[in-house]
């Protein structure tokens, strides 16, 4: 058993994920694309910013709690859709739901989920949150979006920098395929990670739970494969926003901003908030951090909406760093996956209460006593900002 009170750190969970979870899907959470070189420098650049200490405050009261589209939440994180969450365990979305619901924070379900919309909803009390990538076949992405409704999801997240894919050399090398490939060193791998192995047995969700059943024409795993490959829309442009959002009739985020001009044409467009991510650097290697655009992004949306921030969040210092520079909140991904491939429910719920922790103590020693009202004093040096 893992001693889930020796975890400290995104670290420790993501060591003990890889002896636990198969070396196929524990890399195709571990990997960026290409290089790999704007998965580095999502974490590596949130060292280039110092926090500032204050003493002599009174501390003994702090609070982190706030609210992310108007919804009260107790810390300022969310769970970021990721496709496959139930490869790193068995259920994995249904799990991570469960711990962010009883966490109070929100739960985004990926498209490309293995736990379907409504089999999230069925073992959940409390909205969560929809992911889209909106496919080519416009009727199946309007089915979607009625269904993400009817399961009273609080937002939809259209993601717009993933309309065809940055390439990851591991996933390439382990031989990742939609079906699955039975080869003898996968079969060997599954030797070696039995309970891995057994749990996943013992669940029926081991395909994209959204799209099965749901495809006309559709029934083999073969057929659904083929149909969803031919899917990518690279027409996908800012109309798409208001149609997503008069068919869903809430909140629309637009996730996979980098550019000013972007989180413009996002809000020009209807988008209720917005996610400055890179995809975890996942898409476009080269890209900057988020953490080095997030500034002049806040700027140019100048208090129209919430920004939310993620990519290479690691601890709650991290957080209160994108939050002092105008993040509402951060998503994290890979975390929370190595802390489901380590302990499931449990694992996420521990990792949280981590990122609390840290949060907590480092607002005090900020001589800060309250996440909401964190600002350019708490930066003491960014080397990230262009020189004037
Ligand atoms: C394994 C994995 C799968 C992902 N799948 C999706 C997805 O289906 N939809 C999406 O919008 N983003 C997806 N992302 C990107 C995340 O939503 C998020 O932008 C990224 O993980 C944040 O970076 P972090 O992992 O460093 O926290 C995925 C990320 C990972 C690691």
């Known amino acids: 058993m893992v ?24 890399q195709y959470a571990d990997s960026g694309a290409y290089t790999e070189s704007t998965y580095r420098a999502n974490s590596a650049d949130f060292d280039k910013i110092t926090l500032e200490q204050r003493i002599g405050v009174d501390i003994t009261t702090r609070n982190l709690a706030t609210t992310i589209l108007g919804q009260p939440v107790t810390m300022p994180f969310a769970l970021a859709p990721t496709g496959a969450a139930g490869m790193q365990t068995a259920d994995g979305e249904i799990k991570a739901a469960l711990a962010a619901e009883k966490f109070g924070i929100p739960f985004t379900l990926s498209t490309v989920s293995i736990c379907s ?27 979607l979006i009625d269904r993400a409704k009817a399961a009273g ?14 390439q990851r050399h591991k996933d390439v090398r382990n031989g990742l395929t939609v079906p699955l490939k039975f080869t003898p060193r996968f079969v060997a791998e599954l030797a070696l990670k039995p309970r891995w192995a057994l749990a996943m047995l013992q669940t029926p969700r081991r395909t994209f739970g959204n799209f099965a059943g749901h495809v006309p024409g559709a029934n083999t795993v073969q057929e659904l494969t083929a149909w969803m490959s031919q899917q990518d829309d690279l027409t996908l442009g800012w109309p798409d926003i208001a149609w997503v959002k008069q068919r869903f009739g809430g909140p629309v985020v637009v996730k996979g ?35 080095r655009v997030l500034p002049r992004i806040v700027e140019a949306v100048n208090g129209r909406c919430e920004v939310y921030l993620d990519s290479g969040v690691r601890s709650g210092h991290d957080m209160l760093k994108a939050v002092a520079l105008g993040a509402r909140a951060v998503f994290i991904g890979r975390p929370f996956l ?10 996420v719920t521990r990792l949280l209460e981590i990122l609390r922790a840290e949060a907590d103590s480092a607002l005090g ?24």
């Open 3 to 26: 001693r889930l009170d020796r975890m400290l750190t995104v670290d420790d969970f993501k060591r003990v994920a890889e002896r636990r979870v198969p070396r196929m899907f524990f």
């Open 117 to 143: 919309i409504e089999d999230v909803a069925a073992a959940t009390t409390r909205p969560f949150w929809f992911q889209l990538y909106v496919r080519k076949d416009r009727e199946f992405t309007g089915r």
């Open 153 to 166: 999801c609080a937002a939809i997240v259209v993601t717009m920098d993933c309309q065809h894919y940055g």
């Open 257 to 291: 901003v980098l550019h000013p001009d972007d989180a413009r044409a996002a809000l020009a467009h209807g988008a209720d908030a917005i996610i400055v991510s890179n995809h975890g650097g996942r898409q476009l290697d080269g890209a900057p951090s988020t953490i």
């Open 338 to 347: 190595y802390a489901l491939g380590v302990a499931g429910e449990a694992g």
């Open 365 to 388: 020693l900020m001589g800060e006593s309250d996440v909401r009202t964190l600002g350019a004093r708490n930066i003491h040096s960014n080397e990230l900002l262009p020189r004037t």
